[in-house]
């Protein structure tokens, strides 16, 4: 019998070897680029498949983390820049994307002929469950075949995705529209190869165990199930500190880092 070689299938099957090289767009990571960041992550950033959250609770920095990487994305893929940003019930905080988009450029040395970064960020607001599934399965897809989208974030604005749902009193029907989502996202994500990133608050909730308060994020199982990823983030009072936990991750254990928000944007934590 002939042996199959390294690049050959067997009925369509891969061995674990070739699978890493067989899709190198698949696997593409997106990096924080703040080192701390990235090394919580193991494999040097976040997947372009799946769906990454990014929870805490309000001043924990989720629409800051959101708007630096929509900003350093675009320096790492300049062939694909686009970002898309859905937010949700308070304004887009397009004052202070301006200011970390002109620190970034500072450093980066990037001259006023290159064109600015936010030009290339496309935003929506939105503000019921209905609304938020009619744009991913009716618009985005226009958006992604007419333009290269590197980055889509869903509710950075305050206070994040449960606002979108905040009203819906109909859990089942919750659970379907999550699903849906989702499912509609793992769709495009195959086909335009985009990193996808969620915001959420937490809540307290008592341990039914020990009796102990415990920060979890919002809108449960349903949704928690669903995700690929979860960042949760939390602030050390008094300081301008920031706990980054890394709580679940198929391809690193769960750790945790510190990071600081300046005016700049994201830095590590000296």
Not at 38 to 67: F, H, P, Y
Not at 141 to 150: A, D, S
Not at 225 to 238: A, D, F, N, P, Y
């Given at each position: 019998?002939?042996?199959?070689?390294?690049?050959?299938?067997?009925?369509?099957?891969?061995?674990?070897?070739?699978?890493?090289?067989?899709?190198?767009?698949?696997?593409?990571?997106?990096?924080?680029?703040?080192?701390?960041?990235?090394?919580?992550?193991?494999?040097?950033?976040?997947?372009?498949?799946?769906?990454?959250?990014?929870?805490?609770?309000?001043?924990?920095?989720?629409?800051?983390?959101?708007?630096?990487?929509?900003?350093?994305?675009?320096?790492?893929?300049?062939?694909?820049?686009?970002?898309?940003?859905?937010?949700?019930?308070?304004?887009?905080?397009?004052?202070?994307?301006?200011q970390m988009e002109q620190a970034?450029?500072?450093?980066?040395?990037?001259?006023?002929?290159?064109?600015?970064?936010?030009?290339?960020?496309?935003?929506?607001?939105?503000?019921?469950?209905?609304?938020?599934?009619?744009?991913?399965?009716?618009?985005?897809?226009?958006?992604?075949?007419?333009?290269?989208?590197?980055?889509?974030?869903?509710?950075?604005?305050?206070?994040?995705?449960?606002?979108?749902?905040?009203?819906?009193?109909?859990?089942?029907?919750?659970?379907?529209?999550?699903?849906?989502?989702?499912?509609?996202?793992?769709?495009?994500?195959?086909?335009?190869?985009?990193?996808?990133?969620?915001?959420?608050?937490?809540?307290?909730?008592?341990?039914?165990?020990?009796?102990?308060?415990?920060?979890?994020?919002?809108?449960?199982?349903?949704?928690?199930?669903?995700?690929?990823?979860?960042?949760?983030?939390?602030?050390?009072?008094?300081?301008?500190?920031?706990?980054?936990?890394?709580?679940?991750?198929?391809?690193?254990?769960?750790?945790?880092?510190?990071?600081?928000?300046?005016?700049?944007?994201?830095?590590?934590?000296?």
């Open positions: 019998m002939k042996e199959s070689s390294e690049t050959e299938n067997i009925n369509g099957f891969l061995n674990a070897k070739q699978a890493l090289t067989a899709h190198p767009n698949r696997w593409r990571k997106l990096r924080f680029n703040v080192a701390s960041l990235d090394r919580l992550l193991c494999t040097g950033g976040i997947s372009a498949r799946g769906v990454v959250e990014i929870s805490g609770d309000a001043g924990s920095g989720k629409t800051q983390l959101a708007l630096h990487l929509a900003l350093t994305c675009q320096q790492q893929c300049p062939e694909r820049r686009g970002v898309v940003y859905i937010s949700t019930e308070h304004p887009f905080p397009s004052k202070r994307l301006v970034l450029r500072n450093s980066s040395g990037v001259g006023h002929e290159v064109g600015k970064y936010s030009d290339n960020i496309f935003v929506e607001h939105l503000n019921s469950p209905s609304a938020l599934e009619q744009c991913i399965t009716d618009r985005l897809p226009v958006l992604l075949e007419n333009n290269p989208i590197r980055l889509l974030v869903i509710d950075p604005s305050r206070p994040s995705i449960a606002a979108v749902y905040a009203d819906e009193e109909d859990y089942v029907e919750r659970a379907e529209s999550f699903r849906r989502l989702v499912h509609s996202l793992h769709a495009l994500q195959e086909r335009f190869d985009f990193v996808t990133v969620c915001t959420n608050q937490v809540r307290a909730v008592v341990d039914d165990y020990d009796g102990e308060e415990k920060v979890i994020p919002a809108l449960g199982l349903a949704w928690g199930s669903l995700v690929h990823t979860r960042i949760q983030l939390r602030r050390i009072m008094g300081t301008n500190r920031r706990v980054c936990q890394l709580v679940f991750c198929p391809t690193a254990e769960p750790a945790e880092c510190y990071f600081v928000i300046a005016q700049a944007g994201i830095l590590d934590a000296n």
